[in-house]
């Protein structure tokens, strides 16, 4: 049986709305398709950029770490940077790359920028977009020391190559009685209370610094331009007894010039610690980078002087 007609409405112009539905269905999911593929491509390529963003920070952090290494042996810390970015992948100037070093006194920054290349997002018009990194370094001499042993000695005594050779450790004195507080030669050394470490004041009795050593140190940072302080000269011969303890082990020292004005830190290895009537102190003095309670402090004294420690640390 034949379907009755609506009123007012012809074959012509039932066929007619149709196709005009049809033809709105088609744009709607023409644009719900490039939304769709705009929405997957923002989640793909964007994870891709986290990751191409890791592997640039990696890149950083070595560049970074090689410039600062390159510092320390008197080389290009940019040509350094560059050449260890390259290797992990980011060629200065290749394919949009750029790899920027700035030197800043001991501060080294090195910025890698590299465009991300997109597969999916372009149909949202991001072709690419870039993808930028930074890492810093601090490095240099220390010229702080956490936990330091109450013990200084003259830079003439590290740089006395007699004094850094492990198979014969040097042997050290104390100073002459009397006013002569501040080791002077290559084969002295004196006791401190670090003045300005917890309060205390500068004119320490034995007790003082002997509780700084029974503490394995100070358990402060006492800094290059901190005003120390030797002990008064003469026997203090409980002190070589408790320094006997913590003989084999290696710590922060403070190294002073002629008036006892600190020039810097080195680490001494404790081999011997004799309180009779020879009452001697031996050791050698290390060579290390990195050594973990040096510290470089903004704000204060630089280290006059480069005595055995070295420091390349990321701060950023």
């Given at each position: 049986?034949?379907?009755?007609?609506?009123?007012?409405?012809?074959?012509?112009?039932?066929?007619?709305?149709?196709?005009?539905?049809?033809?709105?269905?088609?744009?709607?999911?023409?644009l719900a398709l490039?939304?769709?593929?705009?929405?997957?491509?923002?989640?793909?390529?964007?994870?891709?950029?986290?990751?191409?963003?890791?592997?640039?920070?990696?890149?950083?952090?070595?560049?970074?770490?090689?410039?600062?290494?390159?510092?320390?042996?008197?080389?290009?810390?940019?040509?350094?940077?560059?050449?260890?970015?390259?290797?992990?992948?980011?060629?200065n100037g290749v394919?949009?790359?750029?790899?920027?070093?700035?030197?800043?006194?001991?501060?080294?920054?090195?910025?890698?920028?590299?465009?991300?290349?997109?597969?999916?997002?372009?149909?949202?018009?991001?072709?690419?977009?870039?993808?930028?990194?930074?890492?810093?370094?601090?490095?240099?001499?220390?010229?702080?020391?956490?936990?330091?042993?109450?013990?200084?000695?003259?830079?003439?005594?590290?740089?006395?190559?007699?004094?850094?050779?492990?198979?014969?450790?040097?042997?050290?004195?104390?100073?002459?009685?009397?006013?002569?507080?501040?080791?002077?030669?290559?084969?002295?050394?004196?006791?401190?209370?670090?003045?300005?470490?917890?309060?205390?004041?500068?004119?320490?009795?034995?007790?003082?610094?002997?509780?700084?050593?029974?503490?394995?140190?100070?358990?402060?940072?006492?800094?290059?331009?901190?005003?120390?302080?030797?002990?008064?000269?003469?026997?203090?011969?409980?002190?070589?007894?408790?320094?006997?303890?913590?003989?084999?082990?290696?710590?922060?020292?403070?190294?002073?010039?002629?008036?006892?004005?600190?020039?810097?830190?080195?680490?001494?290895?404790?081999?011997?610690?004799?309180?009779?009537?020879?009452?001697?102190?031996?050791?050698?003095?290390?060579?290390?980078?990195?050594?973990?309670?040096?510290?470089?402090?903004?704000?204060?004294?630089?280290?006059?002087?480069?005595?055995?420690?070295?420091?390349?640390?990321?701060?950023?």
């Amino acid at each position: 049986m034949p379907r009755p007609m609506l009123a007012g409405s012809s074959p012509a112009t039932r066929c007619s709305r149709r196709e005009r539905e049809h033809g709105q269905m088609l744009v709607i999911f023409a644009l719900a398709l490039i939304a769709l593929v705009g929405m997957v491509g923002l989640i793909i390529d964007g994870g891709d950029s986290f990751l191409q963003r890791r592997d640039q920070q990696n890149a950083a952090d070595a560049a970074a770490m090689a410039a600062g290494y390159a510092s320390a042996n008197s080389q290009d810390a940019t040509a350094a940077a560059k050449t260890v970015a390259a290797a992990n992948g980011y060629t200065n100037g290749v394919n949009g790359t750029t790899v920027t070093v700035t030197i800043t006194g001991g501060s080294i920054k090195v910025d890698v920028s590299k465009p991300h290349q997109n597969y999916f997002a372009g149909v949202m018009g991001f072709t690419s977009w870039g993808v930028s990194t930074t890492a810093s370094v601090q490095a240099g001499t220390p010229n702080g020391a956490y936990n330091p042993m109450p013990v200084i000695f003259n830079k003439k005594a590290f740089d006395n190559p007699a004094n850094k050779n492990s198979n014969a450790p040097g042997a050290f004195d104390e100073p002459g009685s009397g006013n002569a507080d501040v080791p002077s030669t290559s084969t002295s050394f004196n006791w401190t209370i670090f003045c300005t470490a917890n309060g205390n004041p500068c004119n320490a009795n034995s007790s003082g610094v002997d509780a700084i050593i029974n503490n394995n140190g100070t358990g402060t940072t006492i800094q290059t331009d901190d005003v120390i302080g030797p002990l008064n000269a003469g026997s203090h011969t409980s002190l070589f007894s408790s320094l006997s303890s913590v003989v084999g082990n290696a710590y922060p020292v403070a190294i002073v010039d002629d008036s006892g004005a600190v020039q810097g830190w080195a680490w001494f290895h404790i081999t011997g610690s004799v309180g009779g009537s020879t009452k001697q102190i031996s050791g050698w003095f290390e060579e290390q980078v990195n050594p973990g309670p040096m510290v470089i402090t903004a704000g204060h004294g630089a280290a006059l002087g480069n005595f055995g420690a070295y420091s390349v640390k990321l701060t950023n």
